[in-house]
């Protein structure tokens, strides 16, 4: 197959939801239609569980394999799919967010009696800075839920993006009887606790006496009119616009049944983005180009002691990465190559000799990578949109083994570098603020310091409520700013100014005394 048959034919994406709302159940189920596995509940069983442990080690242990369920390759059809896995119980953290920055496109996931809640919203805001493109899937059908048409309309304004029914459900809980795929032209029947494909039959037409038959007078009467209200409502859906990430097409289904998943799966292939040109610093690369480039969006460590080493994830951006050949490695300016580089085919780890634009990659690191570094044949290239998100979660690190200066600052810097979590130092103290968008990230530093570089950590609390990265065009005005907040400023890794808001009032407060400054929720702008 050519260079662009097989980057053509990639799907990379993440699926997003809120906890609870059927991510690990829908991504069985997408599995289960590639034959990457072969029985419900072999992706559950890697997961964490629910009873809430806060407990680090725990949960690591529980993951198990996590790193093979990072990313899950399989075929379907002509495709060759990626879902990127999103971390999103107790382990919600900054990687969470930059996974999605190596997606070309996301299927969000709500449950119907729910709708939007906060998890989705705050991964919907980094979609929407990258305008990625969004499906949605209403779960959960099975259940009652809210009225289909105020669903619509709280994600319409919950997301901020429009949004265009593509299928519409017949009743729902005790009642749901199945859904007309608007996208395909056909009813879809529902049987109850039934773990098939759903029974699908070609109508004429929705005005076809069939209907009736098949789920009732009045269903079919309501059907209609809910279909007159849709096209009425809703413009014809614009795949241009889905590609734009403004507009989402929605699909109703239970994941749980394995109903409307097959035909979210189909429609998803068919319109989904294939790899997508990415901007450098230098230029926009293009994935067809012939020379390979790529990022790394993630590292993960290894939490087994005997087997010390990282593996660093590269999103391929454009050509074809192949093992054993000399890539340059950006910002060491050196030379690498991977004898042993893996992708993750049906849930396996294993070591691959070429990979195309839109895949992932696993290099065995050792320190070598931070997040952002790029790889390329030759190239120099620089890419964005790999931000630092604001945190939410803040701690003052203290020293707890004076002995042991040295050790904490060499493995505060690298596991900053690593993603884990963001290092400010405070202008007005000079003391190290750590933040984070998850609880369990100070526990993790701290273990981590101690068993990989011996030293020993305490986290003091202080009282913030968010990070925003400064800037303006009068830097008269920005002295002025740093001035009033002296107390609240600090400088990241990078030595850029971030105010350190102690309350959302305060925050409010800032952005309108100050109207010549740009405060920014993440490290990018
Ligand atoms: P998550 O990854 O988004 O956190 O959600 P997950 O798939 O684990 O689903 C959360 C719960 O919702 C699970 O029940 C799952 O069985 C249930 N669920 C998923 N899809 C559907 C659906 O279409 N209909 C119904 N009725 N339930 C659904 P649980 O009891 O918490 O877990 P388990 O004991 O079933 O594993």
């Not at 379907?76 to 119980?89: E, V």
């Not at 969004?134 to 048409?149: S, W, Y």
């Not at 990022?295 to 993960?300: D, E, G, N, P």
């Not at 609880?439 to 913030?464: K, T």
Request: glycine letters at 6%.
């Amino acid at each position: 197959m050519s260079l662009e048959a097989e980057i053509q034919r990639r799907r990379t994406f993440a699926i997003i939801s809120h906890p609870d709302a059927g991510k690990t159940t829908l991504t069985e189920k997408l599995l289960l239609f590639g034959g990457a596995i072969h029985v419900a509940g072999a992706v559950k069983s890697n997961k964490i569980k629910k009873t809430a442990t806060s407990d680090w080690m725990e949960i690591e242990k529980q993951r198990g394999i996590s790193v093979a369920t990072s990313v899950m390759g399989f075929e379907y059809r002509d495709y060759k799919i990626n879902i990127l896995d999103t971390p999103g119980h107790q382990d919600f953290a900054e990687d969470t967010y930059r996974t999605l920055t190596a997606v070309d496109s996301v299927i969000i996931v709500v449950d119907t009696a729910k709708g939007v809640e906060t998890q989705t919203r705050k991964l919907m805001n980094v979609c929407r800075m990258r305008n990625t493109p969004v499906m949605i899937f209403v779960n959960k059908m099975d259940r009652e839920g809210k009225d289909p048409f105020d669903l619509l309309d709280e994600l319409e304004a919950e997301l901020g993006i429009g949004v265009r029914p593509l299928s519409w459900p017949i009743n729902q809980g005790f009642s749901f009887k199945g859904v007309y795929n608007i996208y395909q032209d056909k009813l879809e029947l529902y049987t109850p606790n039934k773990q098939t494909i759903s029974e699908s039959v070609q109508l004429q037409n929705i005005g076809s006496p069939e209907l009736d038959r098949l789920v009732s007078e009045r269903d079919a009467a309501k059907l209609r009119e809910d279909m007159e209200l849709i096209e009425g409502v809703y413009p014809a859906f614009d795949i241009q616009e889905y590609l734009a990430g403004r507009l989402a097409p929605v699909f109703f289904g239970s994941a749980l049944n394995t109903f409307g998943v097959k035909e979210l799966l189909d429609c998803f292939v068919e319109i989904a983005p294939s790899p997508r040109p990415i901007h450098t610093l230098e230029r926009e690369v293009n994935p067809y180009e012939s020379n390979f480039s790529g990022f790394i969006f993630k590292i993960h460590a290894n939490m087994d002691p005997n087997h010390r080493s990282c593996i660093a994830f590269v999103k391929i951006c454009s050509g074809k990465f192949e093992r054993n050949v000399n890539y340059r490695h950006v910002r060491h300016n050196k030379l690498m190559r991977f004898s042993a580089p893996t992708a993750f085919m049906a849930q396996k780890k294993e070591t691959v000799d070429e990979a195309f634009a839109g895949d992932i990659v696993g290099l065995p690191d050792t320190g070598t990578f931070k997040i952002g570094d790029t790889l390329t044949s030759g190239e120099i290239l620089h890419f964005k949109g790999l931000p630092s998100f604001s945190p939410e979660m803040f701690n003052y690190l203290e020293n707890a083994d004076p002995m042991k200066t040295k050790q904490l600052e060499k493995g505060i810097n690298q596991l900053m570098d690593e993603g884990v979590a963001q290092l400010f130092v405070n202008q007005f103290n000079n003391r190290k603020i750590v933040g984070t968008v998850g609880q369990l990230q100070f526990e993790v530093i701290q273990y981590r310091l101690l068993h990989e570089y011996g030293a020993q950590c305490r986290w003091e609390p202080v009282n913030l409520h968010k990070a925003c990265w400064i800037e303006s065009d009068d830097p008269q005005e920005l002295e002025n700013f740093k001035k009033r907040k002296a107390q609240y400023m600090a400088l990241d890794k990078e030595g850029r100014d971030v105010f350190l808001a102690d309350s959302g009032y305060v925050l409010m407060m800032a952005q309108q005394d100050f109207q010549k400054i740009r405060f920014h929720f993440s490290s990018e702008f």
